[in-house]
């Protein structure tokens, strides 16, 4: 139930601060580039398949979480390597890839790599608090 708990809290804060990021903070920068991306109308239309992509992310981040627990660790220091290992492994090479391969202003590049990297911090630290283990009596 824990991990049902947690891919959801992922799930949630994966979407929930990827529209925040992406679709609020970051609207006039992607704006400036139009034709690099669909038209708002049209992108509306691939919604399902956006909240897809956040879901199996938020199942994978859990499950993956779950497999590098240390026993005894502290559950926030955990969470914040974890945060940091998956931006240094995912977050940051994927906007990398793009950069070299798409027209986009180093500036924007390095404020989706920002940001992501807080949202993907901001998973970590709820998954592995959900995820901590139970306190035990002595």
Not at 1 to 7: C, E, Y
Not at 12 to 36: E, K, M, T
Not at 46 to 59: D, R, T
Not at 68 to 84: D, K, N, V, Y
């Amino acid at each position: 139930m824990k991990f049902i708990l947690a891919a959801i809290a992922a799930f949630l804060i994966s979407f929930v601060w990827g529209f925040l990021a992406h679709g609020i903070l970051l609207h006039s920068d992607y704006s400036q580039l139009a034709n690099l991306f669909r038209p708002e109308g049209e992108a509306m239309g691939f919604l399902p398949y956006m909240m897809l992509s956040h879901a199996v992310k938020g199942f994978a981040f859990a499950w993956v979480y779950r497999q590098g627990m240390s026993a005894g660790a502290p559950w926030l220091l955990q969470g914040i390597r974890f945060g940091i290992i998956a931006s240094l492994l995912i977050t940051i090479p994927l906007y990398l890839v793009y950069f070299a391969v798409q027209p986009l202003p180093a500036n924007l590049v390095a404020k989706q790599m920002a940001l992501d990297t807080v949202g993907t911090i901001l998973m970590a630290l709820a998954v592995a608090y959900i995820l901590k283990p139970a306190p035990t009596e002595n």
